[in-house]
Each structure stands twice: as C-alpha cells, then as structure tokens.
C-alpha cells in the first residue's frame, strides 16, 4: 500500500531563515505530488504541484520554491521566511483511481 | 476560475441528530468531486469521489450526493467521534484540486 511521510512534524523558525520541508512516497511510482498551504481561516491553498522530476508547476508566486529531485521526494523551500509564511503544510499524492491523498502535515511557525 | 463554497461553516449537533452539509461548486468542466475529513493537526483524510449528478456513496454514518451544482453530505445519527472539519474539493482538470473553507462539526454527547 502507499504511504506519504512529511517531516519534520514542527518546526519553529525565526524570520528571515532558510526552510526545507521533505515529503516522500511508498509504494507508487511515478505519482503526482502536491504541497499545500492551510492557514486559519483560508483553507487548503495549492501552492506547488509535480507530475515527475524536476518539473514543477506553481500555483502562487510567493516567497517559496520547490523541487523534486527524485520520483518520490518533493522539497519545499525558502531562503528567508516571513511572518507570513506560518501554517501547516500538507503534501499529497494523486492516486488515478480515486484522489488525492495526503501526508501528516508540518506546522510551521515564524516568528 | 473553480469555485467551492461550503456552509455552515460550523456545526453543533446533539449526538444521534442527524443533518447535511452543503458543498456548492463552480466549475468548467467537473471531472470529480471529493469530500475529506480533517481532524486537528492531521492531514485531510480522503472520504469519496463523486463524478456524475446524480452519483451517491456511502460510509458508515456518511452519505454523500451530489447535483449539477451541490453536493450534501449527509450524517445519520452522528457520535462524538465524527467531530471533526470536513473538507469539499473539486477537480475540473489538470490534476489539481480547489477546496471549500470547510464546515467544522461538532457533535456532542
């Protein structure tokens, strides 16, 4: 069966430090690969998506990146945060039989 | 632009009352339409895939339907332990979702 993992799990980080969140699938090969941002209030915003390595497709120009070096390894970055970056960041997986599927999130806070 | 408005945005039911929440969609073309539940501090939990009006499906306590322009999930006699945001999403392409805000339930015993 497929499993996603995200860590770390918290992280807090003062403003204007560099970020990396890791996200990794089991069990598939290939997937499509999602990063998310919730924040109170917003809802679930798409910010990064994959369909394979080293293709990356942004959905909001902000102060992140992301990279995807391997078929199952999908990195979000920044080089200097901001307060406004906080939140939980989720990543997921398309599955083509039935959806998305997502990991345990990370909760970042800047402060 | 898709569009996804969820309401209520929160709940508070009795256990054993049952009631729906309504997920309204604006979309191009839907290719499917997903509900999630969200327990704090955890990832959405993947619920259903709709993909024709009409279309309904099941899941202990939950059913979800959906229309050309809503779906409801409906939640016969609820517990505690169904307490938790659920999550509305809709995909018309590309492989890529637009959620709801969410409706948070609250059930209490």
């Known amino acids: 069966s497929q499993t996603i993992h995200q860590w770390p799990a918290t992280l807090v980080q003062p403003v204007g430090s560099p970020l990396s969140l890791e996200c990794t699938v089991e069990?598939?090969?290939?997937?499509?690969l999602y990063w998310y941002r919730q924040a109170a209030g917003r809802g679930l915003q798409l910010l990064f998506y994959?369909?394979?390595?080293?293709?990356i497709s942004s959905e909001v120009p902000q102060n992140l990146s992301a990279s995807r070096p391997q078929d199952r390894q999908f990195i979000l970055s920044s080089k200097k945060l901001l307060l406004s970056d906080s939140g939980f960041y989720l990543c997921?997986?398309?599955?083509?039989?039935?959806?998305?599927?997502f990991g345990p999130g990370t909760r970042l806070t800047v402060l | 632009e898709d569009q996804v408005t969820q309401s209520p945005e929160a709940l508070r039911l009795q256990e054993g009352e049952s009631s729906s929440l309504n997920c309204s969609y604006t979309v191009s073309g839907l290719r499917g339409l997903f509900w999630y539940r969200q327990d704090p501090g955890k990832g959405p939990e993947f619920l259903f895939t709709l993909y024709s009006a009409g279309e309904e499906k099941e899941k202990e306590r939950l059913k979800a339907t959906l229309t050309k322009k809503e779906s409801f999930l409906h939640i016969t006699a609820p517990k505690p332990e169904d307490s938790a945001t659920y999550l509305c999403?809709?995909?018309?392409?590309?492989?890529?979702?637009?959620f709801g805000k969410g409706t948070m339930l609250l059930v209490s015993p």
């Open positions: 997921a997986w398309w599955d083509t039989l039935g959806g998305q599927f």
């Open positions: 069990g598939t090969s290939n997937p499509n």
């Open positions: 994959s369909v394979g390595i080293g293709q």
């Open positions: 999403a809709v995909n018309s392409g590309y492989s890529t979702l637009t």
